[in-house]
């Protein structure tokens, strides 16, 4: 019943703002259930687990410039998750402060996009619930430093060719590296990721930076790569 109810207001939307309108997009609300496995989109929506659904679009020019999936660096069994990504969320077409869970919205995932002048992003439902079960779970904010960044931004930053941020299922969040117990807090998000069960959380030591001789951890990066 709420797919046909969906149906019905995308039909409505469609023909109401019909399909000149340079800011339309469609943006509407169903009943999606617990977000997918989290591959690059291969459809034409995302819908997130507050049952936010998004319209994706194609940018083929985008989609040129990601690397080969047979070059992965795990070989042949993980092709399917290299696929470079097809269809993006149109920043320009649509909200920023959209929410995508209780505490986090839109723009948290695609500011740095944005900042860039980029237009397109791609936000994966199962690490943006992943995010906000971490949140709660350590029951305090968190900062999101970085999560889908496009292969030229990837590539600007240093990021690894196939890195997961290329595919939007990545996220950093960043941890105060001046603070003293910067090792503790970074720990305590590291355990958390690790709780609510998402796909790949990269050691601490390798996100961690000299601060006055003493290691300390600076992010930590998580991911919903599809894969384990
Ligand atoms: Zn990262």
Known sequence: MRWCWTFVVLSIATLACGRSSLVSVDVFFGDSGAPGPADPPYTETVTFANGLRLALTESPELTLTYPGASGNPFGA???????????????????????????????EFVGPTVERGGVW?????????????????????????????????????????????????AVDIDVDQSRSDANTIG????????????????????????????????????DDRGFR
Do not use: C, K
């Not at 970085?146 to 997961?164: I, L, Q």
């Not at 305590?188 to 790949?200: K, L, Q, S, T």
């Not at 601490?204 to 998580?222: A, F, M, N, Y």
């Open 121 to 169: 992003a791609y936000v994966d439902a199962q690490i943006a619930d992943h995010v906000q079960r971490i949140r709660s779970g350590l029951g305090r904010p968190v900062i999101l430093s970085s999560a889908f960044r496009a292969p030229e931004h990837n590539s600007v930053v240093g990021g690894a060719s196939y890195s997961r941020h290329l595919y939007g299922d």
């Open 187 to 222: 720990q305590e998000v590291f355990n958390e990721a690790m709780d609510v069960g998402v796909d790949f959380v990269l050691p601490l030591i390798d996100t961690s930076v000299d601060v006055s001789g003493q290691t300390r951890v600076s992010w930590v990066h998580i």
């Open 77 to 107: 069994t993980r092709t399917g998750h290299y696929q470079p990504v097809r269809f993006f969320i149109p920043l320009q077409s649509i909200t920023l402060s959209h929410p995508l869970s209780e505490n986090f919205v839109l723009s």
